[in-house]
């Protein structure tokens, strides 16, 4: 198994720069593959096929992805385990993971083990390395857990295999080898206590949440820690704004990268040292961003779409991310081979849907808020198609926001017809992924995005 893990590393540094020609025959290759298994061994994606009058054969190219048709969250969850499973996996010797159910419930995934020690490879080498740190050097992790929920979804598997499965316990032989230059705190606990626990571990990289890396850095200011020196931070698992970004750089006196994945699919696309763009795993999924249903153009927003070409327990194809993204046409500047993803936008279920039928992408309105006066802490609310209610936290050392400024900034996008209700209340601590925009207004299936 080390030998294995040890060849996929090497198998990936090499991958990501493979010119644009090579990199698309490998795709194409695992994309011919995947299809064919999933068709003879996935009951959901049999049906699927079969109601579109598909067969594997028809599936040679790149551009013969947009011939299947999309995968939605809701099936995948709701045919675990007989139907989303490919026959011949034994769940309790697979690897389980769960999304955070921030958007649309928790979804248990199972990862086959070759997948899981691809996905070990790429995010203990290729994902640090492309920022400096290397496999060997301290890491930190401030990540989302909490107990298993064992809600209605997941009481339709079999208690044994809830029971048994390995989840993510089984993190591979080169993860034990680093065991010790590798620690995680729950991102429940208080900032200040991770923030002494950082301080005696000293790693060279720590990852996080914006929103919680944002206490860290409130922390630190308040023990008079002066930055992190000679140390990188990278956020994940929330959309990073421009200006959280800033704040964090100025607070951490370092380099902060983002990255862009997530426990469907396993790896997404990351920053590299350029911070050109997010490089995309091309060799081990397929990620587009369609509008109206077609592929959108490069520059354009639209919903980010992915195939796992890698992971063989659970295909996942033509799945609806249910986040909005902007490819970009233009390779980075490193000499990476890697596709870009120009922008991370938010969530579609976040976007607001304005009256005259346009939707604004959550980045927009974090960049309208975050960018006024005096606001540190806050949650933008859509309560309906005409009001939107914002609520500024902030701490009682913290002066007032200007609130005038911020109700003209978010007007500007927003226009004259929606309602702005601004008030303040005191700040919490945060116990769960934070999401600074929600939506509760239904849109369209195929909304008409405009900023």
């Known amino acids: ?3 294995r893990v040890l060849w996929y590393c090497n198998e990936l540094s090499r991958n990501q720069w493979l010119g644009p020609e090579k990199l698309r025959r490998l795709q194409e290759k695992r994309l011919r593959e995947i299809v064919s298994h999933a068709y003879d061994s996935v ?11 598909i ?3 028809d599936i040679r190219s790149l551009e013969d992805l947009r011939k299947l048709p999309f995968t939605t969250k809701q099936e995948v969850r709701e045919g675990i385990p007989h139907r989303s499973i490919a026959r011949g996996f034994d769940l309790r010797n697979c690897i ?3 999304t955070s159910g921030t958007s649309g419930g928790p979804m248990p995934v199972f990862y086959d083990k070759r997948f899981w020690d691809y996905c070990q490879a790429a995010w203990i080498f290729r994902k640090q390395w492309a920022i400096g740190v290397e496999p060997w050097q301290k890491v930190l992790v401030i990540e989302y857990s909490a107990p298993p929920k064992r809600d209605q979804d997941l009481s339709r598997e079999p208690a044994e295999e809830r029971r048994e499965s390995r989840g993510r316990e089984s993190l591979g032989p080169i993860v034990r080898l680093l065991r010790g230059r590798r ?5 429940f606990d208080d900032a200040n206590q991770v923030l002494t626990h950082m301080l005696r571990f000293d790693p060279k990289l720590v990852r996080g949440s914006p929103s919680y890396l944002r206490l860290l850095a409130e922390a630190m200011a308040d023990r008079g820690v002066d930055g992190l020196a000679n140390k990188v931070v990278r956020t994940e698992g929330e959309l990073t704004d421009d200006e959280t970004r800033r704040y964090l750089e100025s607070s951490f006196k370092c380099r902060v990268f983002d990255e862009y994945s997530s426990w469907d699919f396993g790896n997404g696309a990351w920053e ?3 911070r050109e763009g997010y490089h995309i795993d091309a060799d081990m999924l397929i990620m587009e961003v369609v509008r109206g249903g077609e592929q959108a153009s490069a520059g354009e927003r639209g919903e980010i779409v992915v195939t796992n070409l890698l992971n063989y327990a659970m295909p996942l194809i033509r799945y609806r991310v249910g986040d909005i993204g902007i490819l970009d046409d233009k390779y980075c500047s490193c000499g990476r081979g890697l596709p870009l993803l120009k922008s991370i936008e938010g969530r579609m279920a976040d976007c607001f849907a ?7 992408a959550p980045r927009t309105i974090m960049t309208a808020v975050q960018g006024s006066p005096g606001v540190s802490r806050y949650q933008a609310v859509q309560e309906s198609m005409s009001q939107v ?13 200007d609130n005038e400024e911020l109700v003209a900034r978010c007007r500007r996008i927003l226009g004259e017809d929606v309602g702005i209700e601004v008030s303040n209340t005191e700040r919490t601590n945060f116990r769960a992924k934070f999401r600074p925009v929600i939506s509760k207004v239904s849109v369209a299936e195929e909304p008409r995005m405009t900023a």
């Open 43 to 53: 009951p959901l994606y049999k049906e699927k096929f079969d109601a579109q009058g």
């Open 55 to 57: 067969k594997p054969e």
């Open 1 to 3: 198994m080390l030998r």
């Open 96 to 98: 389980r993971a769960s």
């Open 389 to 401: 209610r914002i609520q500024l936290m902030k701490r009682k050392s913290e002066p007032d926001a």
């Open 183 to 187: 620690r995680s705190v729950p991102l």
């Open 354 to 360: 304005l009256p005259g039928g346009q939707l604004i």
């Open 272 to 274: 590299c040292t350029r």
